[in-house]
């Protein structure tokens, strides 16, 4: 199973909005309803920011959302923030209760 | 709050078994299924596994000949262990708790740690 592909980077300016893409297949993120998204700055852990495409775990800006259509899902930061700065990771469910990661996409505030 | 503790040796032989151990305090191992989930250097994540608190298994079809995850509920630990190591094992490697139901919601992790693989 390949993993599923994510632009290598992406950068904004503060205040703006930024869209990052996480394509899979019918086989994982176009079957299952179970995208994650990670944020992840350098030398840490990373967080879940969200889950089940479009859920928001309690303490997360609602700055991050998620969606989905067809084979691929978007994390929507807005109004973006200089600690927003960070790596994110997509992640979906795949069936027979494997799951599988993005390559990772490196946010740049400018 | 729920936190995690990765522990186990930072450096292990090719050829060797790495062997990792996390800890949940704060929290019931019961009722969540609990993951590893590796990073090597510069690179992005990796699922290699997790399991219920039954012992239920399920692993990452490229890693399954070569792991093994075990839960010791009664110390509120889970373990992995990894045989045949070579080079490219070499990574961080978290444990995280899934939120139940979500598949891939990962809402509690540990700080990670380093495993590097040399003789």
């Known amino acids: 199973q390949s993993a599923l592909t994510q632009p290598a980077s992406v950068s904004g300016s503060p205040g703006q909005s930024i869209i990052i893409s996480c394509i899979g297949t019918?086989?994982?993120?176009?079957?299952?309803?179970?995208v994650s998204w990670f944020q992840q700055h350098p030398g840490k852990a990373p967080r879940l920011i969200i889950y089940?495409?479009?859920k928001r775990p309690s303490g997360v800006s609602n700055r991050f959302s998620g969606s989905k259509s067809g084979d691929a899902a978007s994390l929507t930061i807005s109004g973006l923030q200089a600690e927003d700065e960070a790596d994110y990771h997509c992640?979906?469910?795949?069936?027979?209760?494997?799951?599988?990661f993005g390559g990772g996409t490196k946010l740049t505030v400018l | 709050q729920v936190q995690l503790q990765e522990s186990g040796p930072g450096l292990v032989k090719p050829s060797e078994t790495l062997s990792l151990t996390c800890t949940v305090s704060?929290?019931?191992?019961?009722?969540?299924?609990w993951s590893w989930i590796r990073q090597p250097p510069g690179k992005g994540l990796e699922w290699i596994g997790y399991?219920?608190?039954?012992?239920?298994?399920n692993y990452n079809p490229s890693l399954k000949s070569r792991v093994t995850i075990s839960v010791d509920t009664s110390k509120k630990q889970f373990s992995l262990k990894l045989r045949s190591v070579t080079a490219a094992d070499a990574a961080v490697y978290y444990c995280?708790?899934?939120?139940?139901?979500?598949?891939?919601?990962?809402?509690?992790w540990g700080r990670g740690t380093t495993v590097s693989v040399s003789s």
């Open positions: 995280a708790r899934l939120i139940s139901g979500s598949g891939t919601g990962l809402d509690v």
């Open positions: 704060s929290a019931s191992i019961s009722g969540y299924h």
């Open positions: 399991i219920y608190e039954s012992g239920n298994t």
């Open positions: 019918g086989s994982d993120v176009g079957f299952y309803n179970l």
């Open positions: 089940e495409v479009n």
């Open positions: 992640c979906s469910f795949a069936g027979s209760s494997f799951v599988i």
